[in-house]
Structure formats: C-alpha cells, structure tokens
C-alpha cells in the first residue's frame, strides 16, 4: 500500500517520460516510480535514509539516484518542463518576487570529503558576500567549504535559499549559498537563473513582467541591472538613502518609483518559501554536499509545480 503523499497515476504519467533511462551497461535500473517516491518520502518526512520504509526498496538505490540526478541537473530539468508546461498554457504569473530564506543545517552536513562530481552546475551555488564580491572557498566562521554552501550567521551553522517565485507561491529559480550571504549579492543570480524553456521553438521565457523586493535589495547596482533589460520594479528605499540622497538636494536624484499595490503582492514569494520548508529535508539541511540539498530543494519545489 502506497503512502497519501506519493505520486499520483496521472503525476506519474506526466513525469515517466521524462526520466533518464539505463544505458544497458551496467544493469537494469530498479523501478523509477519506486525509487522516486523513495526520494520523495524521505524529503517529505526529513527521516534518514536507512529508515525508509521497506516498501520504497533499498535505501542506497534511492540516495545514489537522488545523488547522480542532483549533480547531473535531471531534478532541476524536470522542475523546468513543469513550468514551461504552464507557462504554454499562461499559467504562470510573471509578476514575481524575490527573497531569501535561511535554512539551519544539523551536524550531520558538515565533513564532506569527496569532491562534487564534474557535471554539477556550479553557477547555482552562490558563494558571494560582502567581505568578498566575487565569492569564497571558505566562508567566514569556520562553517565548512564554501562550495558547499555552508556557513556561519546569527542562525549558527546555515544554508541561504535564494529564489524568485511567480504570483501563485511557485519557486522559478533558486540558488543556494553560505548562510551569511547577504540577500543583495545574489539577487542578479537569482535573475539569471529565471530560465523558463518554450515547448516550441524559440528563446526561454527569461524577462518577468515586473520584480518586487524588499529593502535588503534595494542599492544602485540592482536597480541598475532591472534598468537595463527593462524590467519594472518594486524595491523601497532603505531610509539612510533617502536621507544621504535628500541631503545632496538636486545632485541625490529623484527618488525611485514606487507602487504600494503592487508591493503587496512580494507576500508571494514569502508563502512560497513557506511551501518549501513545509518539506523537513528543505527546513533543515540534512546533506552534506550543496548540490545534493539543492536537488532536494528542487526536487520539493517540483512536487509543489505537480500539485497546483
């Protein structure tokens, strides 16, 4: 008997063809839909691997899958088609928003030792802050390889999730970092990232209509950098830089626009982290290399994209 939180046949259908097959070289692979839901299950309840229900099959058939599907991209890819799915059908609302959510991370994901394999995107893993812009190898604190996206914040020993998300509480890019990354530098990543595929021929659907954000990402480089390709938004302005602009009088600039309606609507991206963490293996980090917490994270906002 299946558990209430497994695919669904008509999930099942839609996702079956998708999913890598077996070259032949190295044995038949164990049945996906079992294996997949083994996955899920334990992102779903946070339990060790071992402790999975026998139902689901060996557990190290589920962890050497989920770990070879996170590093080669296959959870991100399949998160992908979902939304390019709903996007051909004007499902998606590209009135985004983006922000940013700590995450703690047990003891347990500390002391990797194995390098991650050579087809993990390593573009997904931030690593920038404002000691260092252009990223670092071991952050501040002592808190593990910075490649791993660990670090040391007020939290204790966290992972940042940096994701926009689109008006109907649904993650459309995430990029993992240390934890004391602060949200500014990894919002232009976050943007790059926003790749929706067309079904059809043509460019990814990579321009929102409008972004919000709130005052953590509000300095001249982000509003620079939505200029420039022409996307409108909403960030308020911290007061030091209303102050420090007013008191340079004509030479401080107009202040930025902004609209209080459509600002209301950043509360999107907020539930939507609030979806995600709803997962035990996304609210607290369990793996201990970064590309397998942001298979899991991906894998997560994928079952929320199969559900709505």
């Known amino acids: 008997m299946g558990d209430r939180g497994d695919l669904t046949d008509a999930q099942w259908e839609w996702l079956e063809p998708l999913l890598p097959v077996s070259n032949g070289r190295c044995g038949r692979w164990r049945d996906h839909r079992q294996v997949v839901n083994g996955v899920l299950y334990r992102i779903r309840t ?40 709903a996007d051909a059908v004007g499902e998606i609302d590209w009135d985004i928003s983006v922000d940013s959510t700590s995450v703690r991370a047990r003891h347990h994901a500390a002391g990797a030792l194995q390098a991650p394999p050579p087809a993990v995107k390593r573009l997904r893993l931030g690593g920038q802050s404002r000691s260092d812009p252009g990223g670092t190898d071991r952050p501040a604190g002592g808190g593990g390889a910075g490649g791993e996206a ?59 209509d409008s972004v919000s954000a709130d005052k953590g990402y509000s300095n001249r480089r982000t509003r620079r950098y939505l200029r420039r390709r022409g996307i409108r938004h909403v960030i308020p302005e911290k007061a030091d830089q209303a102050a420090n602009r007013a008191r340079r009088g004509s030479a401080g600039g107009r202040p930025p626009g902004f609209d209080k309606d459509r600002y209301k609507k ?21 793996d201990k290399h970064g590309y397998v917490y942001l298979g899991t994270v991906a894998a997560a906002a994928l079952v929320i994209w199969l559900r709505s």
């Open 266 to 286: 950043r509360n999107t991206v907020e539930r939507a982290i609030n979806k995600l963490k709803a997962f035990p293996a996304v609210a607290t980090r369990f």
């Open 46 to 85: 946070g339990v060790q691997w071992r402790d999975r229900p026998e139902r689901y099959g060996p557990w190290k058939t589920a962890h050497e899958r989920h770990r070879r599907w996170s590093a080669d991209g296959t959870w991100e890819m399949l998160l992908q088609r979902v939304q390019a799915e």
């Open 150 to 208: 660990l670090g040391r914040s007020r939290g204790g020993f966290t992972t940042k999730i940096h994701m926009s998300a689109d008006g109907r509480c649904r993650a459309l890019s995430l990029v993992i970092t240390p934890g004391q990354c602060a949200d500014c530098t990894q919002f232009e990543p976050v943007m790059d990232e926003l790749r929706v595929p067309r079904l059809a021929t043509g460019r990814p659907h990579t321009k929102p």
